[in-house]
């Protein structure tokens, strides 16, 4: 097996390897250094056993926001990904337990959350922003379950991205795509039809000219609620509290159209849903 030679000094054999991915595109620049030039260019190395490992480029890739309210640490493996929230001395720690070689999923684990691969639905962010949207499916009901993050800016967003896109493709797909005014407004407009649908339906209800709701059926129990709640605030209160609402669907209406999103997504292609290649290595195209 041949030693690769350090790029920068073309002298020493290469120890420290980089990988730095590009964003949207998802294009990876790899580096070869010896120990002494990566220190030279301020690289933190932390000695693990015998070999010199990056801090937060090597494999499994973790990420420190270290500026957010909230101290947000990412780890992504092979098989799934882990997000913690460390208080400033906690984080303190953690770091340098990673420096000891102590396994980082365990330490995470202990009070973060854990994303097995086989239980994520999707990844979604709005390139404008800096929060980042994890889709589950769980076990026992099978309905999704989100949890949303939000990062210190969206260049932070990026780099989570990046560490997920390269553990998780191919088995999920990376995909960009910008939304034109007309596709940004229609959930606003579909959320403002019924907002005002709604506020119509509860202003007749409070003025009696709506029999009351039928106590059985799907959601018999909110619609009960919402006719009681009409008849206690009357006519007028209905028409004001549903003004309020429609004026922030269209609030929401011009954002949308001023500055349609660009949505990052990472989806499961749908070749891989009943695979079993989880635990593995997952860089198998399917036969």
């Not at 030039?37 to 270290?66: H, N, Q, S």
């Not at 973060?112 to 589950?136: H, W, Y």
């Not at 960009?176 to 579909?190: C, G, I, N």
């Given at each position: 097996?041949?030693?690769?030679?350090?790029?920068?000094?073309?002298?020493?054999?290469?120890?420290?390897?980089?990988?730095?991915?590009?964003?949207?595109?998802?294009?990876?620049?790899?580096?070869?250094?010896?120990?002494?030039?990566?220190?030279?260019?301020?690289?933190?190395?932390?000695?693990?056993?015998?070999?010199?490992?990056?801090?937060?480029?090597?494999?499994?890739?973790?990420?420190?926001?270290?500026?957010?309210?909230?101290?947000?640490?990412?780890?992504?493996?092979?098989?799934?990904?882990?997000?913690?929230?460390?208080?400033?001395?906690?984080?303190?720690?953690?770091?340098?337990?990673?420096?000891?070689?102590?396994?980082?999923?365990?330490?995470?684990?202990?009070?973060?959350?854990?994303?097995?691969?086989?239980?994520?639905?999707?990844?979604?962010?709005?390139?404008?922003?800096?929060?980042?949207?994890?889709?589950?499916?769980?076990?026992?009901?099978?309905?999704?379950?989100?949890?949303?993050?939000?990062?210190?800016?969206?260049?932070?967003?990026?780099?989570?991205?990046?560490?997920?896109?390269?553990q998780m493709?191919?088995?999920?797909?990376?995909?960009?795509?910008?939304?034109t005014p007309?596709?940004?407004?229609?959930?606003?407009?579909?959320?403002?039809?019924?907002?005002?649908?709604?506020?119509?339906?509860?202003?007749?209800?409070?003025?009696?000219?709506?029999?009351?709701?039928?106590?059985?059926?799907?959601?018999?129990?909110?619609?009960?609620?919402?006719?009681?709640f009409a008849?206690?605030?009357?006519?007028?209160?209905?028409?004001?509290?549903?003004?309020?609402?429609?004026?922030?669907?269209?609030?929401?209406?011009?954002?949308?159209?001023?500055?349609?999103?660009?949505?990052?997504?990472?989806?499961?292609?749908?070749?891989?849903?009943?695979?079993?290649?989880?635990?593995?290595?997952?860089?198998?195209?399917?036969?």
């Amino acid at each position: 097996m041949s030693v690769l030679t350090c790029e920068r000094c073309q002298q020493q054999p290469a120890s420290v390897h980089l990988c730095d991915v590009s964003m949207p595109s998802g294009e990876k620049h790899e580096r070869h250094l010896c120990e002494e030039c990566a220190l030279e260019e301020g690289v933190t190395i932390a000695e693990r056993g015998a070999d010199p490992v990056v801090e937060g480029e090597a494999l499994p890739p973790i990420v420190i926001d270290r500026e957010s309210s909230r101290n947000n640490v990412v780890m992504v493996t092979d098989e799934a990904v882990v997000v913690a929230t460390r208080a400033p001395d906690e984080l303190a720690a953690l770091e340098s337990e990673l420096q000891k070689g102590a396994p980082a999923e365990t330490l995470l684990s202990r009070s973060g959350k854990r994303f097995p691969f086989e239980k994520i639905v999707g990844v979604v962010s709005n390139e404008r922003t800096s929060e980042l949207k994890i889709t589950c499916k769980l076990a026992l009901t099978g309905k999704p379950e989100f949890h949303d993050f939000e990062f210190s800016s969206p260049q932070r967003r990026d780099e989570v991205l990046a560490a997920m896109r390269s553990q998780m493709e191919p088995i999920f797909r990376y995909a960009r795509t910008e939304f034109t005014p007309l596709r940004a407004a229609l959930a606003p407009l579909v959320t403002a039809a019924v907002l005002a649908m709604l506020t119509w339906a509860l202003r007749d209800s409070a003025r009696g000219a709506l029999p009351a709701p039928n106590s059985h059926g799907r959601h018999a129990a909110l619609k009960e609620l919402l006719y009681r709640f009409a008849l206690w605030i009357g006519p007028t209160g209905v028409l004001v509290i549903g003004g309020i609402a429609l004026a922030i669907a269209l609030l929401w209406l011009v954002a949308q159209v001023r500055e349609p999103p660009i949505m990052l997504t990472l989806k499961r292609d749908k070749r891989y849903w009943k695979s079993s290649l989880f635990g593995e290595k997952m860089r198998k195209e399917p036969g």
